[in-house]
């Protein structure tokens, strides 16, 4: 992959999209070439961030703002209704403090120790999440939307897997 395309070394390569479209695959695929040329190469998967929300999770599924439902292979999901106020209004600030924390620690210190950072999942997916949670689409013209994309490091490369949900299932 990193022939093909002549990636830059110490960048940070983001791979976002829906679940199903094969980003861990290529994520890791890509690592694999970059560490092939001798570059100092790190994966980062960054989906769930629980430092903080993990407790505002909990006390929500307390309060009735959590649904869980039972799938028919057996397994379960749970749906957040934090659409809600106050909800609302003060979960984009813990996904935030929580991503903060994360970036941080697994992104911002890895490219200064000049390794190059593929990671699977970033700030992007976590946004849209926080949109269909609060039922806010246009969350990201706001100043905790703004904050949460201001976490991207300039250069950033970032690639956006779609697929139709048919095939995403399989």
Same mark, same amino acid.
């Given at each position: 992959?990193?022939?093909?395309?002549?990636?830059?070394?110490?960048?940070?390569?983001?791979?976002?999209?829906?679940?199903?479209?094969? !980003?861990?695959?290529?994520?890791?695929?890509?690592?694999?070439?970059?560490?092939?040329?001798?570059?100092?190469?790190?994966?980062?998967?960054?989906?769930?961030?629980?430092?903080?929300?993990?407790?505002?999770?909990?006390?929500?599924?307390?309060?009735?703002?959590?649904?869980?439902?039972?799938?028919?292979?057996? !397994?379960?999901?749970?749906?957040?209704?934090?659409? !809600?106020?106050?909800?609302?209004?003060?979960?984009?600030?813990? &996904?935030?403090?929580?991503?903060?924390?994360?970036?941080?620690? !697994?992104?911002?210190?890895?490219?200064?120790?000049?390794?190059?950072?593929?990671?699977?999942?970033?700030?992007?997916?976590?946004?849209?999440?926080?949109?269909?949670?609060?039922?806010?689409?246009?969350?990201?013209?706001?100043?905790?939307? &703004?904050?949460?994309?201001?976490?991207?490091?300039?250069?950033?490369?970032?690639?956006?897997?779609?697929?139709?949900?048919?095939?995403?299932?399989?």
């Amino acid at each position: 992959i990193s022939r093909i395309f002549r990636l830059p070394i110490g960048n940070l390569y983001c791979i976002i999209g829906i679940d199903g479209s094969g !980003k861990t695959t290529h994520a890791k695929k890509l690592v694999s070439e970059l560490t092939l040329s001798r570059n100092k190469c790190k994966y980062v998967w960054l989906r769930s961030v629980y430092f903080f929300s993990l407790p505002f999770m909990f006390l929500c599924r307390l309060l009735g703002f959590t649904k869980i439902h039972n799938l028919p292979n057996g !397994k379960t999901c749970s749906e957040h209704l934090y659409y !809600k106020k106050p909800v609302a209004l003060i979960w984009p600030w813990i &996904q935030f403090l929580d991503l903060l924390f994360l970036v941080s620690l !697994k992104i911002y210190v890895p490219l200064v120790r000049g390794y190059t950072v593929v990671a699977d999942r970033f700030v992007h997916d976590v946004l849209v999440d926080l949109m269909v949670d609060i039922n806010n689409f246009n969350l990201y013209k706001s100043l905790v939307g &703004q904050l949460i994309l201001k976490l991207v490091p300039p250069k950033t490369i970032v690639f956006l897997f779609d697929v139709n949900k048919e095939t995403a299932l399989k």
